[in-house]
């Protein structure tokens, strides 16, 4: 296979079937965070839930002797520090990444007609390495698709500031979805390698 929408089709049908991943309108995830090499572990919770023209998300990762939980309300991004300090850090810059995002979670990239992505085939031996552009920034998303499995096995997020690498492992099925439960995310930015191994994974789960 050549087409990156081939590609893209037998993933996603590998992956769950496209109208079951978007007919979920909230997920719930739960699990441990670590950051190597420093001692710091702790607990990892995030939030999502779609609707028909937004995308909200909450990430809330415990360690202790820092927390730090971000979120996204559609229009605005917050942060909030170790004393629960509410922060308004919304940018131009960050609103586009947190659309891209939405963007991305609603499978727009998979339709060939996307106003906002265009995705071309690079040939690598192990994997379908398909690069996925926008037209909102010159953020690039690099997908590296297991020949075998179809599942994917890497990404890759190329921003003007920094690159990060998430590899994903442990597929499991839920919902009849495939998902991974061991993330593990590199980041030029912060040189920092962080591990997530999820122990729940819930579709439809709205509290907070």
């Known amino acids: 296979m050549k087409d990156p929408f081939e590609i893209l089709e037998q993933h996603i049908r590998k992956s769950g079937g496209l109208d079951n991943?978007?007919?979920?309108?909230?997920?719930?995830?739960?699990?441990?965070?670590?950051?190597?090499?420093s001692g710091l572990s702790g607990t990892y919770k995030e939030w999502k839930k779609f609707t028909p023209d937004r995308f909200y998300s909450k990430i809330d990762i415990d360690l202790g002797v820092l927390r730090d939980i971000i979120g996204y309300t559609g229009n605005s991004i917050w942060k909030q520090d170790n004393h629960g300090k509410v922060t308004n850090i919304t940018t131009d810059e960050l609103l586009s990444e947190y659309r891209i995002k939405g963007l991305m979670e609603k499978y727009e990239f998979v339709n060939p007609e996307s106003e906002y992505f265009k995705v071309s085939f690079q040939n690598e031996n192990e994997h379908y390495l398909l690069t996925i552009q926008n037209s909102l920034n010159e953020d690039v998303i690099k997908y590296y698709i297991n020949r075998s499995t179809l599942l994917l096995d890497k990404k890759i997020d190329i921003k003007m500031d920094e690159t990060n690498i998430t590899i994903y492992n442990d597929y499991r099925l839920v919902n009849n979805i495939m998902v991974p439960f061991k993330l593990r995310i590199e980041s030029s930015e912060s040189e920092q390698k962080q591990n997530i191994s999820i122990l729940n994974y819930d579709f439809g789960h709205l509290s907070e």
């Open 21 to 37: 991943l978007k007919k979920h309108e909230s997920v719930y995830i739960e699990g441990t965070f670590e950051i190597e090499g």
